[in-house]
């Protein structure tokens, strides 16, 4: 019996969405794939969700991941943004539950903990992490791709443990 499950990590966003495919088997993980959805900034709002919602969608069909796993809604001062990262985060979430795929959320901190041993981590301590943990020759870019991968591990770190709980 395949015990793999496979993760679909996202970091959401309006106009670049990364994401990464990591397989989980027991004690090993698998980096499959990462890469962004990039919706130019000359499209329109709407236009820019729809490139990334069928971007997303072409993802899911191509890897059929398990779980979805995404980090949850940060926002400092400019709650513009934060509107607008959660917009992306409905289109990810609407894609998985689409696509019957059970959705997971992480805070920023759970995600960079889960990583580098830090939940104040910089980006760059994570992306640096995240070669290291797949021995990638160089740091995945764009930066949202790495976010993706980062989000994917921090799922997997959840899934290694409830299966530990369930022996």
Known sequence: MDNTKRILGIDSGTRVAGYAIVDINGAMTNLIAFGSINAPAKL???DRLKKVYKGLSEVI?????????????FYGKNIKAAIRIGEGRGVAILCAALAGIPVSEYAATIVKKSVTGSGTATKPQVQ???????????????????????????HCHRVKMNMLTRL
């Open 61 to 73: 069909l191509q890897y059929s991941p398990t779980d979805v796993a995404l980090e949850e809604v």
């Open 44 to 46: 329109t709002f709407p």
């Open 128 to 154: 640096e992490m995240v070669k290291n943990i797949f021995k990638l020759p160089e740091i995945p870019k764009p930066a949202d791709a790495a976010d993706a991968i980062a989000i994917a591990i921090c």
